[in-house]
């Protein structure tokens, strides 16, 4: 992978819908391919909770899910998201008529 470090740009798309494992992944870009973070902060923050499990309950059985493990990321800081570092705003007519603002953006990257 660090052959291609210094040969190509990178992106990748990160918004409300990324979290968890999401995070993790996009981090790794960053750092190791130097990728750019395109798109919207995320909602949950940088170190979360995770490694989740279920079980039913025994009467109801309705689903429950729990996290198992805390993966502080960042060792001296707890920011409120990952932010990225090209900000792309989704406007509701963009979504209405189709458009993804964030591959617009990098498309037109030279």
Do not use: C, Q, W
């Amino acid at each position: 992978m660090e052959a291609y470090k210094d040969e190509l740009n990178f992106y990748v798309i990160i918004g409300k819908a990324t979290y968890s494992t999401g995070i993790l992944h996009a981090l790794n870009f960053k750092y190791k391919l130097n990728a750019y973070l395109v798109g919207y902060p995320t909602l949950t923050k940088i170190n979360h909770f995770g490694g989740a499990k279920n079980f039913s309950l025994p009467n109801s059985k309705l689903k429950i899910s729990y996290s198992t493990k805390y993966y502080r990321i960042l060792e001296n800081s707890d920011p409120d998201s990952l932010y990225p570092d090209i900000m792309v705003e989704k406007e509701f007519e963009d979504f209405l008529n189709g458009r993804d603002t964030a591959i617009e953006l990098i498309s037109s990257i030279d």
